[in-house]
């Protein structure tokens, strides 16, 4: 496990407990005290949680970490499939339409969905997303080069922004760590807002693929304002309230 992908666990056992400790971390984590309290300072520095005597309380409501892939892979699986399947509908039907997929793990299962052929050109950033599309035939996948970041198997840098800025596709399809409107689409690590920036401002038609458990869900870093998105598929579970509030700001969004 990356520490990234620890300290992420951390402060959500911070926020469901209320408290967590220093030597029942270590035994969960399988890792020593002293990790832990280095983690703990580092989330602490950030303003993730706040440190007591022997352990860690949770902080304010803006968001720094993130989980791994592994991590997130298996978290609301099923919602995520079904956005994956609605977003699917905003793809044009022509077989030369061009796509920019981001990184993420609900983008992932929209790529589970595309057949060979039904794409003309596919460009994304994630390491995982072109493997698995190249493995099943399906042709004109282009990966952008990069620093690649371990915790999300993504291309980050100014080699991937510089070339995405260079593109104009039909739609891009872009994920988030959180959306709401206060601060729009956002994600904790800053160069992987940048990508996904340049991703919006390549589409001609922008869709979104957040599931609901990530509204009113701030990170450091916003990447696009809602505005920008011509659509937000999420799914069934987001509350009525906050749906009507997002549509009274006159932006689609689609219930999976």
């Given at each position: 496990m990356?520490?990234?992908?620890?300290?992420?666990?951390?402060?959500?056992?911070?926020?469901?407990?209320?408290?967590?400790?220093?030597?029942?971390?270590?035994?969960?984590?399988?890792?020593?005290?002293?990790?832990?309290?280095?983690d703990l300072e580092t989330l602490a520095s950030a303003g993730s949680i706040d440190r007591v005597h022997g352990g860690a309380v949770p902080a304010g409501r803006i968001r720094l970490t993130e989980a791994g892939v592994a991590l997130r892979?298996?978290?609301?699986?099923?919602?995520?499939?079904?956005?994956?399947?609605?977003?699917?509908?905003?793809?044009?039907?022509?077989?030369?339409?061009?796509?920019?997929?981001?990184?993420?793990?609900?983008?992932?299962?929209?790529?589970?969905?595309?057949?060979?052929?039904?794409?003309?050109?596919?460009?994304?950033?994630?390491?995982?997303?072109?493997?698995?599309l190249a493995a099943r035939g399906v042709e004109g996948v282009h990966m952008l080069g990069g620093r690649v970041r371990g915790v999300t198997h993504t291309t980050v840098g100014s080699a991937t922004v510089d070339a995405i800025r260079r593109l104009?596709?039909?739609?891009?399809?872009?994920?988030?760590?959180?959306?709401?409107?206060r601060q729009g689409l956002s994600t904790p690590d800053p160069s992987e807002a940048e990508v996904k920036s340049a991703i919006v401002r390549a589409g001609g038609t922008v869709?979104?693929?957040?599931?609901?458990?990530?509204?009113?869900?701030?990170?450091l870093v916003g990447f696009?304002?809602?505005?920008?998105?011509?659509?937000?598929?999420?799914?069934?579970?987001?509350?009525t309230a906050d749906h009507s509030a997002l549509?009274?700001?006159g932006i689609e969004v689609v219930l999976a």
């Open positions: 990356y520490a990234e992908e620890r300290q992420h666990a951390i402060v959500l056992l911070a926020q469901e407990r209320g408290r967590v400790g220093v030597a029942d971390l270590a035994r969960r984590f399988k890792v020593t005290p002293e990790t832990v309290r280095r892979e298996t978290s609301r699986m099923s919602e995520k499939a079904r956005i994956a399947r609605a977003a699917l509908s905003f793809l044009p039907t022509r077989d030369d339409t061009t796509v920019l997929l981001d990184g993420g793990t609900t983008t992932a299962r929209l790529a589970e969905l595309l057949v060979p052929g039904q794409v003309g050109t596919i460009v994304t950033n994630s390491v995982l997303i072109a493997g698995s104009r596709v039909d739609v891009s399809f872009v994920g988030a760590n959180g959306f709401s409107l869709v979104a693929l957040a599931d609901a458990s990530k509204y009113n869900s701030d990170y696009a304002d809602l505005a920008e998105v011509d659509v937000i598929v999420t799914d069934k579970s987001l509350p549509v009274d700001q």
